[in-house]
């Protein structure tokens, strides 16, 4: 089964004055929908109508070298992104200022597949106002209250929401602009997941990590996964070309 086109935003700021720390915006999706209690970034699945206007946005710097095909995809994502942006938080976006994050695509048995793109911005400074309907709650919050909110069980995360949380909080920056400037000059994150099961634990595997191609957990080599299932989750994460994984706890 082919997955369906999606985006989401991560929008920041510097605090609610603007010179506090850094703060990401979350909204809680109703329970009568997909993902239903979770708190999520505002975003969803594309529309027809985001495909117009037709044409390629090659304008950021770490997609020169991408195909034609995905930067046509990354400029319908960057439009459905902004578009979901007014949509459930009320708040406006343009397209050609969401930076790539990375892209998140489900386990093949997945029974909701969203081909999913994730954009950070500077969150304009202005009200943000939920429908009450589909999205029932917001808050800005640090990732790392956002993590400890949800190992107290407070806050319910999926676990493309929590990696991005917690990359957010360890290696991006402690600024809207640093933050920006190093997504940037990257290229985005590609995470086809693969989940293997071990115990009470399932996990969250990713290329990279040993596990990846035959789902052994004890294999020797690097590790690129996430612990869930009973709070706390746990993430051992080597970025390319490190020695030992890191175990980081939320």
Aim: net charge negative.
């Amino acid at each position: 089964m082919s997955a369906t086109l999606a985006a989401t935003v991560v929008a920041l700021r510097d605090g609610e004055t603007g010179s506090g720390p850094l703060e990401v915006l979350l909204v809680r999706r109703t329970s009568a929908v997909a993902f239903g209690g979770n708190w999520v970034f505002p975003g969803g699945r594309a529309d027809p109508g985001d495909a117009e206007p037709a044409g390629v946005d090659g304008s950021r710097s770490a997609q020169r070298a991408e195909p034609a095909a995905r930067l046509e995809e990354l400029a319908i994502a960057r439009r459905a992104a902004a578009r979901e942006m007014r949509e459930e938080s009320s708040l406006v976006v343009v397209p050609d200022d969401l930076v790539p994050v990375s892209l998140w695509v489900p386990p093949a048995e997945a029974p909701r597949r969203y081909r999913t793109w994730y954009f950070a911005v500077a969150a304009p400074r202005a009200t943000v106002a939920v429908d009450g309907a589909e999205i029932v709650d917001h808050a800005w919050m640090t990732p790392s209250e956002a993590l400890a909110r949800h190992e107290a069980g407070t806050v319910e995360l999926a676990p493309p929401t929590w990696m991005t949380l917690w990359r957010v909080g360890r290696e991006w920056g402690t600024t809207v602009h640093e933050v920006l400037r190093r997504l940037e000059a990257r290229v985005p994150d590609r995470f086809e997941t693969r989940m293997v099961a071990h115990g009470a634990r399932l996990h969250a595997v990713w290329e990279g990590d040993a596990a990846y191609a035959g789902g052994d957990l004890d294999a020797p080599g690097p590790r690129r996964r996430l612990a869930v299932g009973p709070v706390p989750w746990s993430v051992q994460w080597d970025p390319p070309g490190d020695g030992q994984p890191a175990i980081m706890p939320s």
